[in-house]
Nanobody, 123 residues
């Protein structure tokens, strides 16, 4: 499956952009989907993940209460609603798919990756 993330850009602190991840090719009704981010000089880290079936979600402590992962099965699209953005949220955001599951938070568990979209938060 090919993944394409969009919706990034330059945002002021406190802003509320929404990232989208469109999937092309195979449907992913049985997969785990995730959002990751990588800031300059730092390792890629999990932001949020979900079972495409809707069985459950995970949000990292750093974004819990501010970010929400969701999906639109009909359009094969996953979203990351980001609220109350902080400068430390600045990173390249990637969407990824784990073909088998169960839900895991490590990058190596994910098989397919999009190219990423830059989110820059200005203070």
């Amino acid at each position: 499956v090919q993944l394409q993330a969009s919706g990034g850009g330059l945002v002021q602190a406190g802003g509320s952009p929404r990232l989208s991840c469109a999937a092309y090719g195979r449907t992913f009704s049985s997969r785990v989907m995730g959002w990751f981010r990588q800031a300059p000089g730092k390792e890629r880290e999990i932001v949020a993940a979900m079972y495409w079936s809707g069985a459950g979600t995970y949000h990292a402590d750093s974004v819990k209460g501010r970010f929400t992962i969701s999906r639109d099965n009909a359009n094969n699209t996953m979203y990351l609603q980001m609220n109350s953005l902080k400068p430390e949220d600045t990173a390249v955001y990637y969407c990824a798919a784990d073909r088998k599951g169960p839900m895991r938070i490590l990058t190596w568990a994910y098989d397919d990756w999009g190219l990423g979209t830059q989110v820059t938060v200005s203070s």
